[in-house]
């Protein structure tokens, strides 16, 4: 007991000596000012954009980074590798030295050490590293950039946000110059949807800034500056102009009565007009629609996730409606109440229907789930084989193509030849 007294006093005396510290601990919270209190929203506001102001003038600006090429290639290590200068670490040193505060940042052992490839000296090409320094400096430029649209301040862009962005943006990108002013607004929704789509997967409506300099679709964006991108580049990058309106084209084509939404039956002419009715109807059991009718933001969603059936975005859009049980996974039962619509279409094209047993088999394959009588999403992604299992329920012309595979690639080998041979 003697013991236990001693103990507990000085335990207790040691509580209080923490919770004194705990009293020194520097305040980090500040609440946003609420909607009424008005002064300190402005002083927000204009405090924010002084930081930005201030974190732009930290950036090397068009002059200095020329005279930082002209530093590097003053100081180039010989013998050069072909005909790409080289630096080596002692020399790099010197050039940050002489480059000015501003640069301090690049020129760390550890960016040396990231360079380095296979040079026998060690040393590192100058263009890659310009073109990292030139790299960071822009994607700086674009946090700020972003960071401007950031009402809320909080390091995330809401869709208003973006949409603002991406329509300020549209007369600095030569590529969408032929565009109307009255199309402007499709265009920006079209834009949008695909960042949301993505980058917002819980559907909060946010997406964090550091996400979308992350991803690949900003500089998808800005490739629109390039007077010269060829029509290849064009055809295949979502937000080029004539992308937008191949996608806002077969919306208008499919609207056969023009009311600006769509209908299942104008939405089953999709494509190929081969998705199931079944399929069909969970689209519009679980999207948003308007009285029984998709709206075009809905249907960019749609259309993405079709297009775009081996991401992960993609499959968690499409598995949500495979999933009618709201399980969490496919069972047999899920994956034969699709596949019985597949059968039928079949049948009404005069086709012999495949046995679901035979089907059934060939997916828990490809898919090989860590439960073997459940598919979950997860199961998908890994397998690499989403793309194939989900088109196969959906889709008749989807399945065929796939249950005639090896006569297909057969019939493009023997075209290949008589070519080669002509």
């Given at each position: 007991m003697d013991l236990f007294t001693k103990y507990y006093t000085e335990w207790k005396g040691g509580r209080k000596n923490a919770n004194a510290f705990y009293k020194s601990i520097p305040r980090f919270y500040y609440r946003l000012p609420a909607e009424d209190e008005v002064l300190l929203q402005k002083l927000r506001e204009e405090s924010r954009a002084v930081f930005l102001q201030r974190k732009s003038r930290e950036l090397l600006d068009n002059e200095e980074l020329q005279n930082l090429w002209f530093l590097l290639d003053k100081h180039q290590t010989p013998p050069m590798i072909g005909e790409e200068a080289v630096i080596n670490y002692e020399n790099f040193l010197?050039?940050?030295?002489?480059?000015?505060?501003?640069?301090?940042?690049?020129?760390?052992?550890?960016?040396?050490?990231?360079?380095?490839?296979?040079?026998p000296y060690g040393r590192i090409s100058i263009m890659q590293f310009f073109n990292y320094v030139m790299r960071k400096v822009w994607l700086h430029q674009t946090r700020i950039g972003l960071s401007l649209y950031d009402v809320?301040?909080?390091?995330?862009?809401?869709?208003?946000?973006?949409?603002?962005?991406?329509?300020?943006?549209?007369?600095?990108?030569?590529?969408?110059?032929?565009?109307?002013?009255?199309?402007?607004?499709?265009?920006?929704?079209?834009?949008?949807?695909?960042?949301?789509?993505?980058?917002?997967?819980?559907?909060?409506?946010?997406?964090?800034?550091?996400?979308i300099l992350a991803c690949s679709f900003l500089d998808d964006l800005l490739e629109l500056r390039d007077e010269e991108l060829s029509k290849e580049s064009q055809e295949t990058n979502w937000f080029s102009a004539p992308s937008?309106?191949?996608?806002?084209?077969?919306?208008?084509?499919?609207?056969?009565?023009?009311?600006?939404?769509?209908?299942?039956?104008?939405?089953?002419?999709?494509?190929?007009?081969?998705?199931?009715?079944?399929?069909?109807?969970?689209?519009?059991?679980?999207?948003?629609?308007y009285d029984g009718e998709m709206d075009y933001k809905t249907y960019l969603?749609?259309?993405?996730?079709?297009?775009?059936?081996?991401?992960?975005?993609?499959?968690?859009?499409?598995?949500?409606?495979?999933?009618?049980?709201?399980?969490?996974?496919?069972?047999?039962?899920?994956?034969?109440y699709f596949f019985r619509a597949i059968q039928?279409?079949?049948?009404?094209?005069?086709?012999?229907?495949?046995?679901f047993q035979d089907v059934k088999?060939?997916?828990?394959?490809?898919?090989?789930?860590?439960?073997?009588?459940?598919?979950?999403?997860?199961?998908?992604?890994?397998?690499?084989?989403g793309d194939t299992v989900t088109t196969i329920l959906i889709d008749l012309n989807g399945f065929w193509t796939y249950e005639n595979r090896?006569?297909?690639?057969?019939?493009?080998?023997?075209?290949?030849?008589?070519?080669?041979?002509?």
């Open positions: 010197k050039v940050g030295e002489k480059a000015g505060p501003k640069c301090k940042q690049f020129f760390m052992a550890k960016v040396f050490a990231k360079l380095i490839h296979t040079d809320a301040g909080q390091g995330y862009l809401r869709e208003s946000d973006l949409e603002n962005y991406i329509l300020e943006l549209i007369p600095t990108l030569p590529q969408l110059d032929g565009l109307e002013k009255s199309f402007y607004s499709f265009y920006v929704c079209t834009a949008v949807r695909k960042f949301f789509f993505f980058l917002d997967p819980l559907r909060t409506g946010k997406i964090k800034i550091q996400d937008a309106l191949r996608v806002y084209g077969q919306y208008l084509n499919l609207d056969k009565d023009h009311n600006g939404m769509l209908s299942k039956e104008e939405l089953s002419r999709y494509g190929t007009a081969t998705m199931t009715n079944v399929f069909l109807d969970r689209v519009f059991q679980e999207c948003l629609t969603d749609f259309v993405l996730a079709l297009e775009n059936r081996k991401e992960p975005a993609a499959l968690q859009y499409i598995f949500k409606l495979l999933d009618i049980e709201n399980r969490g996974y496919l069972n047999v039962f899920s994956l034969n039928e279409l079949m049948k009404i094209h005069g086709q012999d229907p495949v046995s088999d060939e997916i828990f394959d490809m898919v090989k789930p860590k439960d073997p009588l459940k598919i979950s999403l997860q199961d998908l992604i890994n397998s690499n084989q090896e006569a297909l690639v057969a019939n493009d080998n023997e075209n290949t030849a008589d070519l080669e041979d002509t």
